[in-house]
């Protein structure tokens, strides 16, 4: 059933009436509610279908508006409220109706703002609005599919407006997490900022106005620069109760045969993705390869992109000395100056390079 041409002529009169600001609740529920419903396939004068003044809170005489029935179960909420008022004074109640009866759509209206709800989902009631309409910002045409989606009898029914209402929640739940976690990932690559990027930062300089910069101005740059993005209070209370680093175990301290199996780095108290120093995997990767007898001088250099070595016998790539050198226990130099992603990047890439399985460094929580 393609209710869509019905729906664009009907919200089209909608629009073009100039009272539609001032109308009055019961004005709201006849002239707008209604119709859209009747448009969207329900039967406004069957009980069984559109149930007015619903009960759903026996003692104390509370009710609401509509409750859209399929086979005489109650599947969706709508609660009107005049033209003129604020519905976020109304969404908690409507939310407390939907969870105690179970229902599982729900939907807030003056007639011009539809706001559309999945009580059921977890979280606060405030976060569990997926949708909203707003007759005059939005064309009929974009109105006219929504409803169709999300209203339309046959679509409740066969719960695709149910199953399409989770998808589109689910996609800006998603959307908002990674705007939320952008900020920490950008204050990560800016405090650690690793040798591409530096070089990056270097390359682009010396396009721009013909000088190159050497590292230590661009590191210092880095550090002065107010570029870091403000820590919200959630980041601040899980730095001040986690610890900021890790400690790996030293080779020296495995017994030889056990360490001869064993790649095992261990992380107490933390999650894998916190900051810790990312040297730190680099040189206990190089060290067990050398208890291993696996890295010599005679491996070096090992490469880490074309121009960069990622362990030689002396602490320089081809063109420039280590940013951040580390000498390991065989008086080979090793290079750490990556961000923590690319230092388990490397440190596998310096397994696999020397003939061992990457995916025997393991990362796990104490």
């Not at 106005?209 to 002065?224: A, H, M, S, T």
């Amino acid at each position: 059933m393609n209710d869509q041409p019905i729906l664009i002529k009907s919200i089209d009169q909608i629009k073009k009436n100039s009272g539609l600001y001032q109308y009055a609740e019961d004005k709201v529920k006849q002239t707008i509610i209604l119709q859209i419903l009747q448009n969207c396939g329900w039967d406004i004068f069957s009980a069984n279908e559109v149930q007015p003044e619903y009960p759903v809170n026996a003692g104390k005489d509370g009710r609401v508006d509509y409750c859209l029935m399929i086979n005489n179960y109650p599947k969706y909420f709508i609660e009107a409220k005049r033209a003129s008022e604020d519905l976020s004074n109304h969404e908690e109640q409507l939310i407390k109706y939907c969870i105690a009866y179970g229902v599982s759509l729900a939907i807030l209206t003056n007639g011009h703002t539809w706001w559309f709800y999945l009580p059921l989902t977890e979280g606060k009631w405030e976060e569990k609005k997926f949708y909203s309409i707003d007759l005059g910002e939005q064309t009929s045409i974009d109105i006219a599919d929504r409803f169709v989606q999300f209203l339309q009898k046959d679509n409740v029914s066969n719960e695709e407006a149910l199953t399409a209402a989770k998808e589109l929640y689910n996609s800006r739940k998603k959307n908002k997490i990674i705007r939320q976690t952008l900020p920490d990932a950008l204050n990560r690559i800016i405090s650690e900022p690793d040798e591409f990027f530096v070089e990056l930062l270097s390359e682009t300089v010396e396009k721009i106005c013909g000088y190159k910069p050497n590292d230590r101005v661009i590191l210092d740059f880095i550090k002065e620069s107010n570029f870091l993005q403000p820590k919200n209070e959630i980041q601040r209370v899980r730095e001040r109760h986690s610890p900021d680093r890790i400690n790996p175990i030293k080779t020296r301290e495995i017994h030889p045969q056990q360490q001869k199996k064993s790649l095992i780095w261990q992380i107490e108290n933390v999650q894998r993705s916190m900051k810790y120093p990312s040297w730190e995997i680099l040189v206990f990767t190089a060290e067990w390869l050398i208890n291993n007898n696996k890295l010599t001088s005679n491996n070096c250099p090992i490469p880490a992109g074309k121009k960069r070595y990622l362990v030689n016998t002396s602490p320089s790539h081809r063109h420039r000395g280590y940013f951040s050198p580390k000498i390991l226990s065989n008086g080979l130099f090793i290079e750490t100056h990556y961000s923590v992603v690319y230092a388990e990047k490397f440190a596998r890439h310096l397994l696999n390079y020397l003939g061992v399985d990457r995916d025997l460094l393991v990362i796990s929580e104490k």
